[in-house]
Structure formats: C-alpha cells, structure tokens
C-alpha cells in the first residue's frame, strides 16, 4: 500500500515537474538546444556544421542515413563520441538536380518512391503516398544501418516532418522511437495541432518549444529575427532548429531553384549560430545550452 | 549463288576494312573521342564536363546512373539531343567520404554489396565478389533507368574497368551491349590481353586504341604528356578517356585521400582539354573528332 502510494506520488509529481525540472535545473531556467538539421545531405552542410560544432555555440544535430555524404559524417561521429547526434529519418528527396532514395530493398517500400525511384520531393506527397508498414520498414533500416556504421543517436526527428503529416504515421513513430527508447522531437508549442497531446503516453518525453525561422523573414533580417527571439526566450527548454551550409558552388547547385532553404539561407544561418553576438545574447539571457543526450536519460 | 558471293564479299571487305574506313574516312584519318567519364558522381563533375562540352573541344560523356547527381545531368541530355552521352555502368563506389549503391533492390544484388551497404570501393574486390547475374541484373537497370530518364545512350562503357577484369563479367557485359545494339568501349590496343580477341564477335566494333594519362605522370608534365600523345597520334580511331571536374571544395571533399583521378588531377584535364593550345594541336595534327553516335551506326 505503502509502495502504491508512493509510485502514485512519484507519477504525480513527474507529472507536475517540468521538463526542465526533471532534468534537474529550476523551473525558471532557459535550456536551449541549438540543432542542426541535415548532416550527410551534401558536403558543404558537413563541413560547416562540423565547423559551427567546434564553437560550442551548435550543440546539436541529426543525420540523413539515405544520403550520399553520410560517410564523411559518420567517420566524424566515431571520433567525437561525446557529440550529440541523431538520426534525422528521411522520407523525401528535396532538391531537383540531386536526389537519394531508400536504404531498404526498393520493391519492399515501392509506396515510398516517385516515378523515377527515388523519395518524393515534398512532405505531402511522401506521406499521401505512404503505407505506414513500408515507412516502418524503411525507419527501421535507416536506424539499422546508423547503429551498423557506428553512430548511436540521441535523438530521432523528421526530414520535412514527413512522419508528422498524418496521425497514422505519427502514432508509428512515436512507437519506433519507444521501441528504440529515443526522445523524438515534439514539442508543447505544437499542442494547438489537436490530436497530438492524445497520441502521447504518460512516459513520453517532449520540450517545450520549437523554434525556426521561415521564408517569410528577409534575409536582411536574419539576426534580428534570431536575436528577438532569443532574447526574448522564456522558460523551459527550447530547440532552436537550424540548417546550416556554405553558399558554395555545391550548394548554390542543390538548391539553385530553391532559394527557401537554399545555400543563401544555411550560409545565413551560420554566420547568426557561430557570432560573437550569438554568444553575447546567451550570456547576457542566461540561457543554457543542453543535449538531446540528457533528455533521453529521462526516458525509462 | 551470286548473293551469297555477295555476301561473302561484303564480309571479306569489311574484314579488311579499318573502322575509320567503315566510318567512311581515309585509312589514314587521325580520328580522336574526347571522352570525360564520371558524369553525374558529383556536382563539379558535371558543371565542368558541360563547360568543356560548350568549348566543342570534348565530344562525348558517359553518365554514372547509381549516383546522387544524375538528376541534373539527365536533364542537360534532356535539353541537348544531340550530345554524345553513354553510359559509365558503375559497380563500384570508391571515394571514402561519398559514397552510392545500386539502381536494383539491395536485397537482390547481395554480391555487389559491401559490410556497409554500398558498392565495393575497388574494381578488384568489385570483381572477387560478384555474382554475374546480380551483375546482369545491376547493369539491366541501370540501363533502364537510364531510359526511363529520357537519357538515350549512344554507348556503353565501365566504371573503373569492372566489367573488364575478368572473361565471364566481359562476356556478359558484351552479350547486353548487343542485345542493346550500342558500342562498347574496347580498342585494339587493348589486345594484349590473350583473352580479349576471341571474346569478340566478327559484327563487334571496337576502335583502334585508347589514351589515358596515369598517376605515373607529374603533375607539372600533363601537357607535356598530352600534347605528346596527340603530337603523334597515329591513324585510326583514339579515345582519350579524361576526367573533368573543378579543384573546388566540393571535389577535395570527395577526393580528400586520394588524389590520384582527384580535385587536382581533374582541374588539369579540364584545363589541358578547354585550351586554346589543345585546339591548335587537333588543327596543327589535322585531327577530326568523332563520336560514339557515328561508330554506333556500324552496328546492325
């Protein structure tokens, strides 16, 4: 009874404790995961975002199994163990000049697959596509092969938020991730979508909030955009989502008719993440950078 | 009996023909292909292949269908017709930090698979390991793929040599080049190689000799070694097979540790081949270029 009571008064107080709490900081404490999205995609996004590592400033990423540069971030994984690095599980293929497909046989997840055998280009016609069975598969195998390459993520997200899009894919990656006992990003700031607190379980564990910035800031006004928001950052944990790359040849090539997202956009938002003003803003905001890597202690 | 005299005539004739005279130039025609390998493998490759394209000074390309930057070397074929592009088949994945697997289902072409997923890093262990269906299978597909792009290949040659380093994987490379009535690359030079001459049949084409430059040179002497080669290019039908690309961060990324066919190695081949002073030379010579495309209207 005794022990009842207490299991009861512990999922009570978890359950009151906020994220930040449970990961032993107080409850007005301001966490932020600075994340770099799409590791592997080309080497131009390696190598800058390698480069942004090593300030301290980006402390965080996920990687894209199906793609071609994977290699060289792998080899990087290996020799920085301590890095915090997941998978960022990829279900389309984006850019028109420069394309990739799945790591699992193509006639087991043909639902999967545009007309000229690669992924999809964009997230909505991936997932109107999709047999969850076949993405599972697919998941399942870019998860294998990480691990098989040496890479033991902290983390899983979603190219595109492909596996976001519908709740039957949704329901299915929460339980991949369970499976896996990974933290997924989600975030409370997402709860306005109606049906996601439903699909969570009493265990799972989210951040507060996501933040990314959007085609519609010019480019003129990138800092002033990153630097609002982060000195305005409130409480609790926060997951800055960015994407960073050279303007370079390779990368003006990718994504030549793509400025959104484009060689442009990730070269802005390296400059922003590796600035002395970015520190300046942290300290003078007393925010504390944390890993996907502690989160995922709290998963039982 | 007059036809079959004919006949036997017409095949004594051609037997006694050299291809340039099948082609219908003088015996004593310098006949040259300049032919840049690797299209599609990677960005630089293909912007530096089509610049050298514009300058009429390379005539002819083989496109490697497996890897992430085909999309948009298919669609400079889609936009010009008349370009002399075959196909690279590739078996092989040699850059360490970049790498591709095949066109056909991995769990199909197990034999031509590495511990990691991706084809072999070398034409040897390529070799040692293939099963020749799952090569037949392999190469089917890419030529199909191939096709379904829209890209119409003139020709047919082989990665790294794959296909040609042992008599059962060129017996069934030659037995798919006919089945798909296209030439493959295979010279007369070549014929030291015991094997070789018994594996062609009477109707195969194959020209007279093939030029390429090899590790064994200096860097400082590639125009030495080139402009030799083409100062005494002897009559008959050459191919010089080059390699072009940029020296850009793209291509050192790719070819970090080895520099042999690397950034460097293939700035020089671009700078030799878009040259004025390689121009002077095919005049000075009295040198003509051909293409693939001619050579393949001898086949019936």
Known sequence: MLLLLMLFLSAESRAQQTIAE??????????????????????????????????????????MIPC?????????AHKSPQADLGL?????????????????????VTSLLDKDGYFYLTESEAAAHADPKQVELEIMAQIERARALGIHPTHLDSHMGTLYQNKELFEMFLRVARSQKLPVRVAKNWFTRPDLPG???????????????????PPGDWSKFYSDAISK??????????HLAYDDAEMRGLTFNHPDWGAAWRQRDFDFFTSDAFRKL????QIKLITWREIGKLIK
């Open 68 to 76: 071609p540069w994977l290699p060289e971030i792998a080899d990087y």
């Open 282 to 285: 942290l300290q003078e905001n």
């Open 88 to 108: 960022h599980l990829t279900l389309t293929s984006e850019w028109t000049s420069f394309r990739w497909g799945p790591v699992s046989p193509r006639d087991r």
């Open 22 to 63: 449970r990961l032993g900081y107080p409850r007005d404490a301001k966490l932020l995961i600075v994340h770099a999205d799409d590791l592997g995609m080309a080497h131009s996004v390696n190598v800058a975002t390698m480069k942004a590592f090593e300030t301290g400033l980006v402390n965080s990423g996920s990687i």
């Open 199 to 217: 699909m969570l379980n009493p265990d799972d564990v989210y951040i507060d909030r996501i933040l990314d910035i959007t085609p519609s800031v």
């Open 233 to 242: 950052l409130e409480p609790g944990v926060t997951e800055v989502v960015i």
